[in-house]
């Protein structure tokens, strides 16, 4: 059974910064595609960010402020936040598109990132 771990959410203020951290464990033979996605209040969910091995791909809303980056020996994603702007509040979900028993997306429970003054 697969898992996705996420932590490091929470308040921050516009302009501050935040690190999102995603662990995939369980029976991973290996990983395609890692990210992040977000869901606003009454919005639909969007993607932020995703990467595989050799390519990253961003959201035009967060290009040039967030940066994902990923340790595949530890099989886990990252996502640095800076100069957050209060748009960006959402809960934050992991994804990953990977190989166990069969090839598959999985999904984290969702990280709350606030930006408020």
């Known amino acids: 059974q697969v898992q996705l771990v996420e932590s490091g959410g929470g308040l921050v203020q516009p302009g501050g910064s935040l690190r999102l951290s995603c662990a995939a464990s369980g029976s991973i033979f290996s990983i395609n595609l890692m990210g992040w996605y977000r869901q606003a209040p009454g919005k639909q969910r969007e993607l932020v960010a995703t990467?595989?091995?050799?390519?990253?791909n961003y959201a035009d809303s967060v290009k040039d402020r967030f940066t994902i980056s990923r340790d595949s020996a530890e099989n886990t994603v990252y996502l640095q936040m800076d100069s957050l702007k209060p748009e960006d509040t959402a809960v934050y979900y992991c994804h990953a598109d990977l190989t166990s028993w069969g090839r598959d997306v999985h999904w984290g429970q969702g990280t709350q990132v606030t930006v408020s003054s």
């Open positions: 990467i595989t091995s050799n390519s990253t």
